[in-house]
């Protein structure tokens, strides 16, 4: 090899583009161990702006990429899951998780396969779904909607492992319903000025569910996002985080990066935009440690 060749070859851009042919080479990300109960994770925090659908969904990607079977259930008005998924939830007559809620369409009807991976699902959101909160005041067991549209039968055939459920940045209703149906809450949480800021009201939230609606809810994840390592803050916000949750907060942190946000805007996680990329390799990690997760239960 040329002395110019090897110079190449330790550039940043030949780095990336070497862990990028290393993850999409089939077989070349490993697989994880499958739970030994479907593990259903409402991703939620009400504060906006935080990484919260972007987790979602890279986690997904992440979890489908080492052969785990994953469905996004997108519970957001704005949809923004389902178009990272590739999903076209703008199509008219799409069957969406608002026709799901209100009885009109089975979980059956509503699924889709993400043209990413075939081990990845969504259940698409539409803007209908904004109205559903108000429409749902007056139904019998509107708690409890998302839930019993959940289909065991289904979820076995189409063999899912996971279930992320992606959340309004609201404690309204439809959280709710993500809450009662779940068994486990992932928060992201920001490396940023009142990072917790909200994340207390969100616990008590947790607390009145488990007691009344959900008895097996349960905060199990956090997970730090928008790391910006130039700064002290990011790392004063991380210790704090750490200090308060201890072993929830997983080890992983995800960047800042302009690569995370550009990615849905093409219809894509960032494991498939920029599979080379920091924010790539940090959601693979992360999404590893969730899968691994497993293990530690079983030791315990």
């Given at each position: 090899?040329?002395?110019?060749?090897?110079?190449?070859?330790?550039?940043?851009?030949?780095a990336?583009a070497?862990r990028a042919?290393?993850?999409?080479?089939p077989?070349g990300?490993?697989?994880?161990?499958?739970p030994?109960?479907?593990r259903?994770?409402?991703?939620?925090?009400q504060?906006?702006?935080v990484g919260?659908?972007t987790s979602?969904?890279?986690?997904a990607?992440g979890?489908?990429?080492?052969?785990l079977?994953?469905?996004?259930?997108?519970?957001?008005?704005q949809?923004?899951?389902?178009?990272a998924?590739g999903?076209?939830h703008?199509?008219?007559?799409?069957?969406s998780?608002?026709e799901?809620?209100l009885?009109?369409?089975?979980?059956?009807?509503?699924?889709?396969?993400?043209p990413s991976n075939?081990r990845?699902?969504?259940?698409?959101?539409?803007l209908d779904?904004?109205?559903a909160?108000?429409?749902?005041?007056?139904v019998v067991?509107?708690?409890?909607?998302?839930?019993?549209?959940?289909?065991?039968a289904?979820l076995?055939e189409?063999?899912?492992d996971?279930?992320l459920?992606?959340?309004?940045?609201?404690?309204g209703l439809?959280?709710v319903?993500?809450?009662?149906?779940?068994?486990?809450?992932?928060?992201p949480?920001?490396?940023?000025y009142?990072?917790l800021?909200?994340?207390?009201?969100?616990?008590r939230?947790?607390?009145?569910?488990q007691?009344h609606l959900n008895?097996?809810?349960h905060?199990?994840t956090?997970?730090?996002t928008m790391y910006?390592?130039?700064?002290?803050l990011?790392?004063q916000v991380a210790?704090?985080?750490?200090?308060?949750f201890?072993g929830k907060?997983?080890?992983?942190?995800?960047?800042?990066?302009?690569k995370?946000s550009?990615?849905?805007?093409?219809?894509?996680t960032i494991?498939?935009?920029?599979?080379?990329?920091?924010?790539?390799?940090?959601?693979?990690?992360?999404s590893?440690?969730?899968?691994?997760?497993v293990?530690?239960e079983k030791a315990?």
């Open positions: 090899m040329s002395k110019d060749a090897a110079a190449l070859g330790d550039t940043p851009i030949a990336a070497e042919s290393q993850i999409l080479t077989g990300t490993g697989t994880l161990p499958r030994a109960t479907r259903i994770m409402t991703v939620a925090n504060k906006g702006g919260k659908t979602a969904v890279n986690l990607a979890l489908a990429l080492h052969g079977g994953v469905l996004v259930i997108d519970l957001d008005p949809g923004n899951a389902s178009t998924l999903i076209d703008r199509k008219p007559g799409i069957a998780v608002y799901m809620l009885d009109d369409v089975s979980l059956r009807e509503a699924i889709q396969q993400s075939p990845l699902f969504c259940v698409p959101s539409t779904l904004a109205g909160e108000i429409e749902l005041v007056s067991a509107r708690e409890s909607r998302l839930r019993n549209a959940l289909d065991d289904v076995d189409l063999g899912i996971y279930v459920i992606d959340c309004p940045p609201s404690l439809l959280t319903n993500a809450m009662v149906a779940a068994r486990e809450v992932l928060i949480i920001q490396c940023e009142y990072a800021e909200g994340v207390g009201q969100l616990l939230n947790i607390e009145l569910i007691a008895r097996e809810l905060v199990s956090i997970l730090l910006d390592g130039r700064t002290k990011a790392d210790a704090e985080v750490r200090s308060h201890g907060v997983l080890q992983t942190i995800i960047p800042r990066s302009v995370i550009e990615a849905p805007g093409f219809g894509m494991i498939d935009y920029d599979p080379g990329s920091r924010g790539a390799m940090s959601y693979l990690d992360a590893r440690e969730l899968a691994m997760q293990l530690k315990q």
